[in-house]
């Protein structure tokens, strides 16, 4: 009874931390959740061992790994391996070669006590629909056959505010139903993302109308028409505002999912996010920007938003990593092709110049050639958007799965290594607490397994 008491506390907290009213969450008692004062700074790091087909490794010893803080060896000082389900027949547990596999030094998880919380955070601010679609198919699939009583699931929508479309449980019928609902087919409906293919084409005419009119590689014009500069204002006004709008979003956005971060790091288990999303630009306006330089004009001051989303994406790393919350992070656009880039157009073997002609009214008639460099650039930017989901993934010891249209495969690898995992203790050399960023490698005697790890974290008392 005590321990359901503290759970409904604890799912009352993840609700309305989602909903914008984390002032009012509630957090468990000193005497649930016992608190040790320390001026020693300890740092724990959850680590994942898995051969090269992604299995795990199981049976290794504290003698078996290395740890290094900024490039220097630090001394473990606590080893514990954590190992909540028991594996099947069809997915044997792995261990060194000439080694009997050991024993989990934790307890296992009993049927009444939940041990891994997975928060299942869909972004549908930055998702296109049919990607949308993709990924609640291949969560249908996964919650169809998902059976464990050892862990706990939540939902959430995220998109221009966290919409909680089903509170922790760990009865996956209920997360299933909740997929299948009309009402989180309706969260996709303001996805900015289905917007960018029009904005891209829009603009790409406006830049086509500057180069006819203005000096352009892609157009072979040598001079400006007289109609040059208002046609470089539509282009710098197109470029202002999208970006401005592209910024404003996506910071509201992170500070959405850092608030996620907060409600899930007071659950009493162990936490991981799988964040699926189509990705974003740490530059907004960078998509558009890229389409214009794939025109080649030849003058190069126009102006970019200089604001970047990268310090929000900070402040979710350095709790994430300070409450050992991992981020699984899935790009759901899956297998990665040129015609998925917004304002690509056709191949580059299509068309390699534009063709420019006057109406009756003498204004250009452009044709829909698209130069090989619009083309590429407008792919780089579109790579670029996973950046941010691989820097989230990197940082928090998570793995980033993509260029796959298996989401089913990544999401199972997602809660798969949360039921299995070492976590390594170790006391830093280096014990100032000047809010500084530490770099934190590990490995594996022999070097044969993948490891992963959070890549580090920040010296600070919080």
Not at 350 to 369: E, L, V
Not at 431 to 451: A, E, F, M, N
Request: aromatic residues 8%.
């Amino acid at each position: 009874m005590r321990f359901r008491n503290r759970q409904l506390v604890h799912r009352c907290c993840l609700a309305l931390v989602f909903l914008g009213s984390a002032s009012n969450a509630q957090h468990p008692s000193s005497e649930q959740t016992p608190r040790i004062e320390t001026k020693v700074k300890e740092v724990l790091v959850p680590v994942v061992v898995t051969n090269g087909r992604g299995r795990h490794i199981s049976g290794l010893k504290a003698s078996d790994f290395q740890i290094f803080e900024d490039g220097k060896p630090e001394r473990i000082v606590a080893f514990r391996t954590e190992l909540m389900a028991a594996p099947t027949s069809s997915d044997p547990v792995l261990t060194e070669p000439g080694r009997a596999a050991a024993g989990p030094t934790a307890a296992a998880a009993t049927p009444d006590d939940p041990r891994q919380t997975y928060l299942v955070v869909i972004d549908t601010l930055h998702s296109s629909f049919a990607n949308f679609n993709r990924t609640r198919d291949a969560l249908e699939k996964f919650f169809e056959k998902e059976r464990s009583t050892q862990a706990q699931y939540a939902l959430i929508a995220l998109g221009r505010s966290a919409v909680v479309v089903q509170d922790s449980t760990r009865d996956a019928s209920r997360i299933l139903a909740a997929i299948r609902s009309n009402g989180f087919s309706k969260n996709v409906l303001d996805s900015e993302t289905a917007n960018l293919p029009a904005a891209a084409d829009q603009f790409a005419e406006l830049a086509r109308s500057y180069c006819y009119y203005c000096r352009c590689v892609s157009a072979g014009n040598d001079t400006d028409l007289p109609q040059c500069p208002d046609a470089k204002g539509r282009v710098q006004a197109f470029l202002t505002s999208f970006s401005e709008r592209a910024f404003l979003l996506n910071e509201q956005f992170l500070q959405e999912l850092r608030k996620i971060v907060e409600a899930i790091a007071t659950m009493p288990t162990s936490r991981t996010i799988v964040f699926i999303s189509d990705g974003f630009n740490r530059l907004p306006g960078r998509e558009l920007y890229a389409i214009l330089l794939g025109y080649g004009p030849k003058d190069r001051s126009f102006e970019i938003n200089p604001r970047t989303i990268q310090p929000d994406l900070d402040a979710i790393l350095k709790l994430a990593t300070a409450k050992e919350v991992k981020f699984y992070t899935i790009d759901s656009r899956g297998l990665y092709t040129v015609g998925a880039a917004p304002g690509s157009g056709f191949a580059a073997s299509n068309s390699s110049h534009i063709h420019t002609q006057m109406d009756a009214r003498g204004s250009p008639n452009i044709a829909a050639g698209v130069p090989e460099a619009v083309t590429s650039n407008a792919t780089s930017a579109a790579r670029e958007s996973a950046d941010p989901l691989a820097q989230l993934a990197r940082e928090t010891g998570g793995l980033f799965f993509e260029n796959n249209n298996d989401l089913l495969k990544g999401i199972r690898q997602a809660v798969e290594d949360g039921l299995e995992y070492y976590v390594l203790s170790y006391i830093p050399d280096n014990s100032l607490l000047d809010g500084k960023y530490r770099r934190i490698h590990v490995t594996v005697k022999g070097g044969k397994w993948q490891v992963h790890a959070k890549a580090g974290y920040w010296a600070s008392e919080k």
